[in-house]
């Protein structure tokens, strides 16, 4: 992890920010995102694939890392944006993103959601069902506007990742059945208000070897051909996202070979070509500071736990998904201090609230701070308020640099939208 180093004065350093500083400035827990991480690896990704001598567009997805700051820097580096709902459109426009350069993904859209998409001037529609085909027609139809329309293709292979976000086997909820993709872009391009521009697939997420790609890509690829042989025009291939990252000793999914796949299996059909990266561009550039609140004690010979002020209700994968996240100490190694195995949880009162069993860290106290890694994407966006937990403050560091980009959610904010009805509250004495 590049950005981040250490300092035997400051500690845990994010690229020029020492961490202690932002901890010291606005408690814990809190999240920070590396502006320049996030340029870095947009570059190294956009360079990958123009060294295949493709243009590629790179659209972000907006549900990895919805803040609008965080799609400002990707939008400023020619980032396009993936969403999935009428809010994570209006997210993707309001942080400075056209809507031209913008797909809509997602296996249930509701009307007013294709009428705002439409209305907006929307890229592409990834449609994932005849019913939503024939919905986005008639919607389009009454909007008096034509829908450009990407058929999403599920290919049933297997994308050899976690169950839960795996997406492109026959038993997902996701994407048109192979056999029938054919006759439905037939049909699609008889359809009033439905232009058929292409076709998409994403066949899952954390994928770290190439070979899933590359079956479901000459599948695809398959069906270009069956679809051209038809008369009919193909032009845009969206390859979907899902290149994973190194959380624990896993190789990285390498951009490289991501824009070999597709240049191999799909580079001959003079299409345009756009992927939809979430993970990869935002997931190293953010980590997640909490501070130990207490250690505890357990059972004779088993390990002690360290109590963090951050839980499941802000970093939500190691419960979801049993996910490894990375945890080091903010304090730089001090020789007194000896390695010891702890688990690492949460204070919400479920078992599930674990960042990491047997983790072998140095001897920390109450007090002591921590970083958790890999946390910019999938982090932030899936934390919720339970037990009565605001949501964590947001900082992104760029150089030396640093500013708060989202303040603390205050205790009041929790219930400012609920209400008593009254005939409740007469029952009050
Ligand atoms: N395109 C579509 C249509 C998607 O459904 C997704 C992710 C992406 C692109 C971006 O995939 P990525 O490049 O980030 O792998 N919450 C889970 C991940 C869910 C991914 C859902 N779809 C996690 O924390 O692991």
Not at 144 to 149: C, Q
Request: a negative charge.
């Amino acid at each position: 992890r590049p950005a981040l180093s250490m300092h035997a004065m400051d500690g845990l350093v994010l690229e020029d920010v020492p961490l202690n500083a932002i901890a010291d400035a606005l408690g814990t827990p809190t999240w920070v995102m590396s502006a320049g991480t996030l340029r870095t690896r947009y570059r190294h990704l956009a360079a990958a694939f123009r060294a295949t001598g493709q243009a590629v567009s790179i659209h972000f997805a907006v549900k990895a890392n919805d803040h609008l700051a965080v799609l400002r820097v990707l939008a400023a580096e020619g980032a396009g944006a993936d969403v999935v709902s009428g809010g994570e459109l209006r997210r993707a426009m309001a942080a400075g993103i056209p809507a031209g350069r913008i797909v809509f993904s997602g296996v249930g859209k509701t009307v007013v959601e294709m009428q705002a998409a439409l209305r907006v001037g929307i890229a592409q529609i990834n449609v994932e069902s005849a019913e939503e085909l024939e919905l986005l027609s008639i919607v389009a139809q009454a909007e008096g506007l034509e829908a450009p329309v990407a058929l999403r293709i599920n290919p049933d292979v297997d994308a050899g990742t976690h169950a839960k976000i795996t997406t492109g086997l026959a038993t997902n909820k996701f994407g048109i059945p192979y056999n029938r993709a054919v006759e439905l872009y037939a049909h699609a391009a008889s359809l009033p208000g439905i232009r058929p521009v292409g076709l998409a697939m994403h066949i899952g997420s954390q994928i770290v070897r190439m070979q899933p790609y590359r079956t479901a890509y000459a599948r695809l690829a398959a069906l270009v051909h069956a679809i051209r042989a038809r008369g009919l025009k193909v032009d845009v291939l969206d390859c979907g996202g899902g290149l994973g990252i190194s959380y624990r000793d896993e190789t990285e999914g390498a951009p490289e070979a991501l824009a070999a796949a597709i240049h191999t299996e799909l580079g001959g059909l003079d299409t345009h070509l756009a992927i939809e990266p979430g993970r990869w561009l935002a997931g190293p550039a953010g980590v997640l500071l909490s501070t130990v609140i207490l250690r505890k004690r357990g059972y004779d010979g088993m390990p002690p736990f360290l109590v963090l002020d951050a839980a499941m209700n802000d970093l939500m994968r190691p419960s979801l998904y049993d996910a490894w996240h990375g945890i080091i100490p903010l304090a730089a190694a001090t020789a007194a201090a000896k390695e010891e195995q702890v688990h690492v949880v949460g204070p919400v009162c479920e078992s599930g609230d674990t960042f990491g069993h047997d983790r072998t860290l140095p001897h920390m106290e109450a007090g002591a701070r921590v970083a958790l890694l890999d946390c910019g994407a999938y982090g932030m966006v899936m934390s919720s308020t339970y037990n009565a937990r605001p949501l964590a403050a947001q900082v992104m560091v760029d150089g030396s640099r640093w500013a708060v980009i989202r303040e603390r959610q205050t205790v009041e904010e929790l219930w400012a939208a609920d209400s008593i009805p009254q005939w409740v509250n007469q029952t009050l004495l």
